[in-house]
């Protein structure tokens, strides 16, 4: 690309005013990334397709369809009129082709390039997983793909592994962003509650059984100790307002107001919280929805799973910035890894899902009651620095929060690591 570039830079008179590129360092240090994700996520591809090959020869000859594959991106991205917007993101590199053409062109925006990133590495992720698994067959090294049409059997484990877990988030990412976005066209509350049930629950369970884990450990499907419910009921009611107010700063940080995204997301949001229904129905399915759903695949699956062979502080770290990309908004995702930090520390130190479950349907809802009521809170809702003694009552709630939360010794929540 550099090569081409330059090529064009040296062309004589007109035809080089015409094909030259004027791009910052900062748009050709994106286009190194983003040229980077397309390479990584054709290699673990192509590495799938090759581990079941039995000769070099025949390996070279599946690449052949790969090839040809990851042209046909390049070719649709030059449709005129064809944006990087919607579920264009998530399409494997179709989103890269697109999002290359609008650094070149000067025209990116930071969710765009999020959004991109995001998918791009989920689904390397998944490729990797599925990669290493047919590898760990004997069977394939010697040249037998037998086992792929095998009966199915699984031995039995208490908890999925780590890889598994991360394979079977990519899997929900897809169901979320296209099937979600089905859901919700057909009916918007309806749909962003039956995202949350059918397609983020459902697939967990199912998971599960797949894997004939059991569910109990799998989940922290246990009670908790009254410390740990205690902590998450200050938090929940607490931390809402310091991420709100770190949420609003990013924004106007970011400048991000002509975002078509980021708009788009905002005006969804309008609507939810300005549908006609009663309140309590809007609480359901934007706070109660996510707080038993998402915590049952992030804070279940997900952490319990790297607990088996990560330690807890790298688990938890692990799955709070899993949490923050997977909401898909680049000035969101520092607030949101934020909470996932919080909801990790939670599951760990009260074995449970129970107090994660309590913190996420406080803190979603209370904001949810706020904007339905248009409360008036000075540096949220109207112009103004955030009163003194609001920030005070929130630092007090917060500090006994984290202090019964420090106290709390609950159940370990997955058997230790060899």
């Not at 009521?373 to 949220?380: F, K, N, R, T």
Request: net charge neutral.
């Amino acid at each position: 690309m550099a090569l081409l570039l330059g090529l064009a830079a040296a062309m004589p008179g007109e035809l080089s005013g015409a094909l030259a590129v004027q791009m910052s360092l900062l748009s050709v240090g994106l286009v190194i990334v983003v040229t980077a994700l397309a390479g990584l996520l054709l290699s673990a591809v192509m590495m799938a397709i090759a581990t079941m090959a039995r000769t070099n020869k025949e390996a070279q000859a599946w690449m052949t369809p790969v090839y040809l594959l990851s042209v046909l991106p390049t070719m649709l991205s030059q449709i005129p009129g064809l944006t990087l917007d919607g579920g264009l993101k998530a399409v494997p590199l179709l989103g890269h082709a697109l999002l290359l053409r609008d650094l070149l062109e000067g025209d990116v925006t930071m969710g765009h390039l999020f959004g991109v990133a995001v998918s791009s590495l989920l689904f390397t992720g998944a490729a990797l997983v599925l990669a290493a698994r047919i590898f760990q067959h004997e069977a394939t090294v010697l040249g037998d793909t037998s086992f792929l049409h095998s009966d199915g059997q699984r031995a039995p484990r208490p908890i999925p592994e780590p890889g598994d877990a991360l394979a079977f988030l990519a899997v929900v990412f897809v169901l979320l962003f296209y099937g979600g976005s089905l859901l919700q066209a057909w009916n918007l509350l309806g749909g962003v509650a039956a995202t949350q049930w059918l397609l983020l629950l459902v697939p967990c369970v199912a998971f599960l059984r797949w894997q004939k884990a059991d569910l109990r450990a799998s989940l922290g499907l246990r009670g908790a100790p009254w410390r740990s419910v205690a902590a998450a009921t200050l938090l929940g009611a607490s931390v809402w307002y310091p991420v709100l107010l770190a949420t609003a700063a990013i924004d106007q940080a970011g400048g991000g107001g002509d975002d078509p995204a980021k708009k788009a997301l905002e005006e969804v949001f309008r609507q939810l919280l300005g549908a006609d229904v009663p309140t309590a129905l809007v609480v359901l399915a934007i706070a109660v929805s996510p707080a038993v759903c998402e915590e049952v695949l992030f804070r279940g699956v997900l952490l319990r799973s790297f607990l088996t062979s990560l330690k807890p502080r790298t688990a938890i770290w692990t799955t709070a910035l899993l949490f923050g990309a997977f909401h898909m908004s680049a000035e969101r995702f520092i607030p949101t890894a934020g909470l996932g930090l919080i909801l990790g520390v939670l599951a760990v130190r009260s074995g449970s899902l129970i107090p994660g479950m309590i913190f996420h349907a406080l803190h979603n809802g209370i904001s949810v009651v706020l904007a339905r009521s248009e409360v008036a809170i000075p540096g949220l809702t109207e112009p103004g620095g955030p009163v003194p003694w609001h920030l005070a009552a929130a630092g007090s709630a917060i500090a006994l929060g984290a202090f019964l939360l420090v106290r709390t010794r609950g159940q370990p929540m997955a058997p230790a690591s060899g």
